[in-house]
C-alpha cells in the first residue's frame, strides 16, 4: 500500500497567484510558512523554527477560493499530495521542486482566519481609475 498526502496548517507568505492554463482553467499559487516553536531545555528560552512550503491548487474550485478569501497572513488549512517536478536551468543544469499539490477530490483547502485570528471576510473588489467617476457632486 502507498500513501502520499501532505496535511499543513500555516500562513500565507503573500497574496495567492493566480493564472490559467491554455484550456482557461484556474490555478493558483502560493507559499506557507509553518512555524514550531519549543522551549530549550537548557536555556529555557522560547525557540521558533519556520518552514516554506510551495502549494499549488489544480482544483478549480479551491484556486477561486483561495483568490476571493486568502491573502498575504491568512491561516489556512491544506491537504494534498506531495510531487517533484524537475526542469532545466538556463544553465543547462537540472532543478528540482517540490510541492503540494491540491488537485482533485482528496485536495481540501480550509480557510482558518487571518494572522491575527479574526474571522474570513472576502478581499475588497480590486478598482482602477477608470471606475471612478469624477463627476459626483460632493
Do not use: C
Amino acid at each position: 500500500m502507498a500513501l502520499n498526502e501532505v496535511s499543513l496548517i500555516g500562513n500565507l507568505g503573500a497574496d495567492p497567484e493566480i493564472r490559467f492554463t491554455q484550456a482557461g482553467n484556474k490555478i493558483a499559487n502560493f507559499s506557507l510558512a509553518t512555524t514550531e516553536k519549543w522551549t530549550d531545555k537548557k536555556s529555557g528560552e522560547v525557540k521558533e523554527k519556520t518552514e516554506w512550503h510551495r502549494v499549488v491548487i489544480f482544483a478549480e474550485g479551491l484556486a477561486g477560493v483561495a483568490e476571493k478569501y486568502a491573502q498575504k497572513g491568512s491561516k489556512l488549512f491544506v491537504q494534498g499530495k506531495l510531487r517533484t517536478r524537475k526542469w532545466q536551468g538556463q544553465d543547462g543544469k537540472d532543478n528540482y521542486t517540490t510541492e503540494i499539490v491540491l488537485e482533485g477530490y482528496s485536495a481540501k483547502l480550509e480557510l482558518l482566519g487571518d494572522s491575527r485570528g479574526n474571522n474570513w471576510h472576502p478581499k475588497p473588489p480590486a478598482y482602477n481609475d477608470a471606475d471612478l467617476d469624477d463627476d459626483i457632486p460632493f
